[in-house]
Structure formats: structure tokens, C-alpha cells
């Protein structure tokens, strides 16, 4: 099977911001996941996961290497290009969820898909955001502002948001930390369920073992260095 995702020789240093010399977070990455694969990526805070994550979904530049998501590298797309390539292909869980804060759980959800290139509109991409909503467990809350909504609940809206335009690619970032272990485990088994019906990649950064251990490969950061854990 060929692969999905590539990373290849991947460095990041990010420049001080008074001035000073620039600070590594890690170089020369390289990484193959096949479409369909599920894979954790854990770590010590500070360690690069949201950083690796970032770059892979072409939210920020490499200081070195490449992302090739289907062959095509993320960083070398034009702006429209970029632009259909996030809307369409990529779902990106945030650590923060960054909801819009005017706007209904129901309508943050739908978001992504207004864009013009999404799999559904009108009434149908209301049914499918109402039943996103139902599978995290938020059919009672669609009409809530973030502000009307526990830190938890914004979390679940924003995985319904990653997921309505059925992106072949999920990039979640600590998707369950601020989940109770009954909702982190119903989110999980969704992740998994997805990942296995419609072949979505999933790659998911995580602190929690439990949900590790269910992704099909789990790579730790190391010192600078992104490693497989053995399984
Ligand atoms: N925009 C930025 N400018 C400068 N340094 C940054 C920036 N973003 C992240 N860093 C630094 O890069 C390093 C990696 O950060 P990153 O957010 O990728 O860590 P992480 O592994 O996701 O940690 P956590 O588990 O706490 O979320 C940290 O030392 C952080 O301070
Ligand atoms: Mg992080």
C-alpha cells in the first residue's frame, strides 16, 4: 500500500521573540503512514505533538523538510489549493477548540462545510451536523453558544466540526483532555469507528495510554527524536 502521509527530514525552530538565537524544537523527522492507518503520537509537554501537528496540517511552515499528504506537499500549495486541501481533506481537532463564539454549537459545526466545497448543504448538512451532534453526545445542546457550554461539551462540538465534511485525513490534538473517562472512552471508540468504516487516517496526539494503545501504531517524542514505541 503507498503512502499517505510522508514527512520527511522535518525541522522546526521557532525565533526568540526579542531577537536572540532561535530554538530547535526538533529536526529531521521522518515518518511514512499508510491511508487508513491510526497512529498516536505521545510525549512530554513541550515536546513538539501540537508543533508536528500544526505542520502536518499546513497551519504553520517547516524551517526544513517536507509534508506529502497524497503526494502533494502541504507547504507548496497555492493559496486556493490550501485552502480546499484544509476545508476538504483534512479534519484538525484543536488543543484549544477555537469555536466561533457568536455562533451555535449547531452552526460551528457546520462551518467547515459552508465553505463551498463540502460534501453536503441546506437541509442536509443540518441533518448530518444534528446527527454529529447526537454521536458526541450533545443532541440537547445544539443551540448553545461556546460560552453556554463546559469546557468538555466545546471540546465534543469541535470533533463534530473535524468530522462533517468526512475528511479522509483527522489530525486531533489531546481530543480527550478535558473529557470525564466515560466521555473520553465513547470519543475514542468514535475516533476508532471511523477510522475503520471510512478508512479515515487518523493521527492523534495524546497523554492518555488508553486511547494510545488503541491507534495501530504509537510514536513517542524522545529527546528531539520521534521514535515507535513497540508494541
Ligand atoms: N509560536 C511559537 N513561538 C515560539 N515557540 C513556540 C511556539 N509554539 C510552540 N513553541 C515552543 O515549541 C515547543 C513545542 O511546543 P508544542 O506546543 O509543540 O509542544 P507539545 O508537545 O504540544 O506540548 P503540550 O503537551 O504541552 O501540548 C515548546 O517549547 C514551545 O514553547
Ligand atoms: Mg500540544
Redesign the pocket.
Known amino acids: 500500500m503507498s503512502n499517505f502521509l510522508e514527512i520527511k527530514n522535518l525541522t522546526k525552530a ?1 525565533s526568540a521573540p526579542q531577537g536572540g538565537s532561535s ?1 530547535l ?1 526538533f529536526s529531521d523527522l521522518n515518518l511514512l503512514v499508510e491511508a487508513g492507518k491510526s497512529l498516536a503520537i505521545v ?1 512530554p ?8 501537528l500544526n505542520l502536518i496540517g499546513g497551519l504553520d511552515s517547516p524551517t526544513g523538510g517536507e509534508v506529502l499528504i497524497d503526494g502533494k506537499n502541504v507547504h507548496q500549495q497555492s493559496p486556493e489549493e490550501a485552502a480546499r486541501f484544509r476545508n476538504l481533506t483534512l479534519g484538525f481537532i484543536f ?1 484549544s477548540h477555537h469555536l466561533l463564539p457568536a455562533l451555535s454549537a449547531l452552526e460551528n459545526v457546520m462551518i467547515p462545510a459552508l465553505a463551498g466545497h463540502g460534501v453536503a448543504s441546506g437541509q442536509v448538512l443540518q441533518t448530518r451536523a444534528l446527527e454529529l451532534l447526537h454521536e458526541v453526545g450533545l443532541s440537547e445542546r445544539s443551540n448553545h453558544l461556546p460560552g453556554q457550554l463546559s469546557g468538555g461539551e466545546r471540546q465534543r462540538v469541535a470533533v463534530a466540526r473535524a468530522l462533517i465534511n468526512e475528511p479522509r485525513l483527522l489530525l486531533a490534538d ?1 481530543p480527550t483532555g478535558a473529557l470525564d473517562q466515560a466521555k473520553a472512552e465513547s470519543l475514542m471508540e468514535l475516533l476508532v469507528r471511523l477510522n475503520r468504516e471510512k478508512e479515515t487516517t487518523l493521527v492523534v ?1 495524546t ?1 492518555a495510554i488508553s486511547l494510545a494503545n488503541q491507534m495501530e501504531e504509537v510514536w513517542a ?1 524522545d529527546g528531539g527524536d520521534l521514535k515507535k514505541v513497540d508494541s
Not at 509537554?45 to 508536528?52: C, F, I, P, R
Request: hydrophobic share 25%.
Open positions: 521557532y530554538s524544537v510525549g509537554s513541550g515536546s513538539g505533538k501540537s508543533t508536528l488543543q489531546e496526539v497523554h517524542f
